[in-house]
């Protein structure tokens, strides 16, 4: 086995009766190295984080979760070291968060857990000893994530995990999350939020009807989807029309507004038209290049791109 | 085995803050009170001790009081946490399922004793001190609240198999309610219409079989034919005579129906592909 390898999974595949939820999916994560979980409900992602977790058992293929098997005996007990945060967190309402949370240090067998520290972490300090059951969705969550936190996890599974969660509170969820990836465990995430994905996680895997249909860092993506580069050019009020024809027949091109033109490049025609906005001089009041966005990227992969 | 505890002392405590274990003690107490003070009024000549004659009424009650609070305490305790979600998560921590149902088990059990004991315990605490500490039918009194929490682990494990067969809360209500129907009402009037059509062709050893065939018959049979002065109050004497059977049976009969029960919840659990 390869040491420091958290997940291993090796043409893994999942059938509940009729339908075929996973098929064929190879993904390896480790140590230190986050991965986001790209794709549509009902992708398959859930059933592959309950697969890495040893609740349910994949109709095919191999899976390894620090170098064991998940149906084997033995392996509940690893679960100490692995924080889990399911989509849609439900907590018993009766618990205060410190009852709750101390509860799950327990069961990880957690002899002096920082029950109180991981509450104000998550920003819980206050309503700590508040029922659960006056708890708002944000609120669930960061308990949710706290929980996860819970004996130094060396592989986080934080499915839809910030879904509830205002901008501010994402970011201090990130942070926590970044904070143990840096004290060396894996990070798996599944998202459908796309867009706060985007330079957080070392590489995304994007799954689309039980497949994996693309997994690499996000410069092998944009390669790998051949989705354009847009480029704006503004033209000054007084030039407008002069750069407008000099420019036309280059490439795509649609006007947005007065003056301006967005032209889609693919396969090194970027350079060329950079090239030529530039010897326009003054008369281009400004230039916006706007790389393809993760969107674009999972719209691609998602919706037209085949299997490999 | 540190998770089952762990896994028993949570539902304890649910027990506790949802007024579960008060509500139960009460219950069981007040029930045992009543008696005692019904039981006071003077009885014409029988000659029997106050515990004996409680044990005579108030086994003839827990045996549909006990079930019931069973029932309701285990009904929900898999299929409730699935329909609230919370099961996804506790199975991913590092227990096992066996250990899951073991330690609920264990908790709602404990439940269940610390109630007879209190509730009970005290009632009978209180009839040996207004008969002036006689101590008379005491070990019979004993078996009853020992064989009422045996009669509780016993729907405890009815309610956890209805609880990993059916898929939503309320469907596991209406069976617990349905179950205990049967097993405290329907068994026994089914079993009195073939004693009536046909009494002289069931022998008495297979009337027997079948009553021990019920934990409920089977409470009954051990805490009302039993012993014999409890038997001679509940008017079963010639009964008790005539059965000639150990006390072991009966509790046999219940554990097996304990057993049984939560072996096959175990096994469902085990197998279910969540």
């Known amino acids: 086995m390869n040491a420091g390898r958290v997940i291993a999974l090796e043409g893994v595949g999942k059938r509940y009766g009729e339908a075929q939820v996973v098929r064929d999916v190879h993904l390896h994560l480790a140590e230190g190295e986050s991965l986001a979980l790209l794709g549509h409900n009902g992708a398959g992602k859930t059933t592959l984080i309950k697969i890495m977790l040893g609740l349910t058992r994949p109709s095919a293929g191999d899976v390894r979760i620090c170098g064991r098997r998940p149906w084997e005996r033995g392996f509940s007990a690893l679960r100490a070291r692995i924080g889990y945060l399911p989509e849609n967190v439900m907590f018993q309402d009766g618990m205060t968060g410190r009852e709750l949370l101390a509860f799950y240090a327990r069961l990880k067998g957690l ?10 972490r998550v920003g819980l300090g206050a309503a700590m000893d508040r029922r659960v059951r006056a708890y708002s969705k944000g609120m669930r969550q960061r ?30 969820f990130y942070e926590l999350v970044a904070e143990r990836q840096r004290g ?33 860092t996000l410069a092998e993506l944009r390669r790998q989807a051949g989705c354009p580069t847009r480029i704006r050019v503004r033209a000054a009020a007084s030039a407008a029309e002069e750069v407008l024809a000099s420019l036309a027949g280059f490439g795509e091109a649609r006007p947005i507004g007065a003056g301006s033109l967005e032209f889609a490049c693919r396969n090194g025609t970027k350079m060329e038209l950079l090239r030529r906005v530039s010897a326009l001089g003054e008369l281009i009041e400004d ?9 674009d990227i999972y719209d691609r992969f998602s919706e037209t791109a085949e299997p490999q | 085995m540190r998770a089952i505890l762990i896994l028993a002392e949570k539902e304890i405590r649910d027990g506790l803050r949802n ?12 029930l045992a009170l009543s008696l005692a003070f019904l039981g006071s009024v003077p009885v014409g000549t029988t000659r029997a001790g106050e515990l004996t004659v409680a044990v005579a009424g108030l086994s003839s009650l827990t045996v549909y009081l006990m079930p019931l609070i069973a029932l309701m305490l285990s009904y929900d305790a898999l299929v409730g946490e699935f329909e609230r979600g919370t099961m996804l998560l506790l199975l991913s921590y590092p227990v096992t399922r066996r250990q899951v149902v073991l330690g609920k088990f264990l908790g709602h059990l404990v439940i269940l004793a610390v109630a007879v004991t209190v509730g009970y315990g005290g009632a009978g605490l209180f009839l040996v001190w207004s008969a002036g500490g006689e101590l008379g039918g005491l070990g019979a009194y004993l078996a009853m609240m020992a064989s009422s929490v045996l009669l509780g682990g016993v729907f405890l494990a009815l309610g956890y198999l209805v609880s990993v067969l059916v898929r939503e809360r309320s469907a596991a209500a209406g069976w617990a309610l349905g179950l205990w129907l049967f097993a405290v ?22 009337f027997l079989a079948l009553l021990l065939a019920s934990p409920t018959d089977a409470y009954r049979v051990l805490n009302l034919i039993g012993d014999e002065a409890v038997a001679a109050v509940a008017g079963l004497a010639g009964a008790a005579a005539e059965a000639g059977i150990e006390a072991s049976v009966p509790v046999l009969a219940m554990a097996a129906w304990l057993v049984l029960p939560l072996a096959v919840t175990l096994l469902l659990f085990q197998r279910r592909d969540l």
């Open chain 1, 287 to 295: 230039v916006e290049i706007v790389p393809p966005t993760l969107e």
């Open chain 1, 143 to 172: 308990l949710g994530l706290a929980q996860a936190m819970l004996g130094d996890p060396v592989l986080l599974l934080l499915d839809e995990p910030t879904t509830g969660l205002d901008p501010l509170l994402r970011r201090q």
């Open chain 2, 19 to 30: 007024r579960w274990v008060l509500g139960t003690i009460l219950s069981f107490a007040g």
């Open chain 1, 111 to 120: 002899s002096s857990p920082p029950v109180p520290e991981l509450l104000e």
């Open chain 1, 184 to 216: 060396g465990a894996g990070v798996l995430l599944s998202s459908h939020a796309l867009g706060e994905i985007e330079a957080r996680t070392d590489r995304i895997a994007i799954m689309r009807a039980g497949r994996l249909v693309a997994c690499g």
């Open chain 2, 185 to 206: 009402v329907l068994y026994d009037l089914a079993l009195l219409a073939v004693v009536v059509a046909g009494g002289d062709a069931l022998e008495a050893g297979g």
